[in-house]
């Protein structure tokens, strides 16, 4: 199985600074044959279900922000809050859909300083 | 709009199943292929496989094969899961979620709280 490990744990950051995510995978995400990393990123918010922000590592979904940003290499990810928002503060996950099984990073915890 | 509401809370003894209902609305629910994941409290989400609404194939994620069953309804557009031999590990919200065609999983149900205990 791919392990997805994030960095932090949790953060707290200032209203209108920048929240930066890190993730990691135990192995390569790059589909070949399209060139494209199969990483997504979601945000979970208390008692909801985790809404999907980001795919293929840098592609928005639509109606998301664009503040948010996430970019990355075949294993190292980065997801970038450029300016927090107080509707920011949420669980925000990691997740490999490169091969079953589809995992999950542990989660960062994103507070207001 | 698309919408997956699933079924209520369970309570469920050690060693019993529990069947989560996910009605899907505002989509054609034989294009898409459905995901089930859980998250028991404190830990990270765990994807526990898929089934193709549309010919009813599935993928089961390993830890689960044996135990758990995805079925679907398509003249309900509504997909099931069913878990069997339940411990108190399995307690834990499940989520149905919509498959995206590579992007992810798009849109999600709100959660099935099931609670395994004696």
């Known amino acids: 199985d791919i392990v997805m490990t994030q960095s932090p744990d949790s953060l707290a950051v200032s209203l209108g600074e920048r929240a930066t995510i890190n993730c990691k995978s135990s192995?390569?995400?790059?589909?070949?044959?399209?060139?494209?990393?199969?990483l997504a990123w979601y945000q979970q918010k208390p008692g909801q279900p985790p809404k999907l922000l980001i795919y293929?590592?840098?592609i928005r979904e639509s109606g998301v922000p664009d503040r948010f940003s996430g970019s990355g290499s075949e294993t190292d990810f980065t997801l970038t809050i450029s300016s927090l928002q107080a509707e920011d503060v949420a669980v925000y996950y990691c997740?490999?859909?490169?091969?079953?099984?589809?995992?999950f990073g542990q989660g960062t915890k994103v507070e207001i300083k | 709009q698309v919408q997956l509401v699933q079924s209520g809370a369970e309570v469920k003894k050690p060693g019993a199943s529990v069947k989560v209902s996910c009605k899907a609305s505002?989509?054609?629910?034989?294009?898409?292929?459905m995901h089930w994941a859980r998250q028991a409290p404190g830990q990270r989400l765990e994807w526990m496989g898929w089934?193709?609404?549309?010919?009813?194939?599935?993928k089961y994620s390993q830890k689960f094969q044996g135990r758990v069953s995805f079925t679907r309804d398509t003249s309900a557009s509504t997909a099931y899961m069913e878990l069997s031999r339940l411990r108190s590990e399995d307690t834990a919200v499940y989520y149905c979620?919509?498959?995206?065609?590579?992007?992810?999983?798009?849109?999600w149900g709100q959660g099935t709280t099931v609670t395994v205990s004696s």
């Open positions: 979620a919509r498959d995206s065609y590579s992007l992810g999983m798009d849109v």
């Open positions: 997740q490999q859909y490169y091969n079953t099984p589809w995992t």
């Open positions: 192995q390569s995400v790059l589909y070949g044959s399209n060139n494209k990393k199969y």
């Open positions: 505002g989509y054609t629910f034989t294009r898409y292929s």
């Open positions: 089934i193709n609404a549309g010919n009813g194939d599935t």
């Open positions: 293929w590592t840098s």
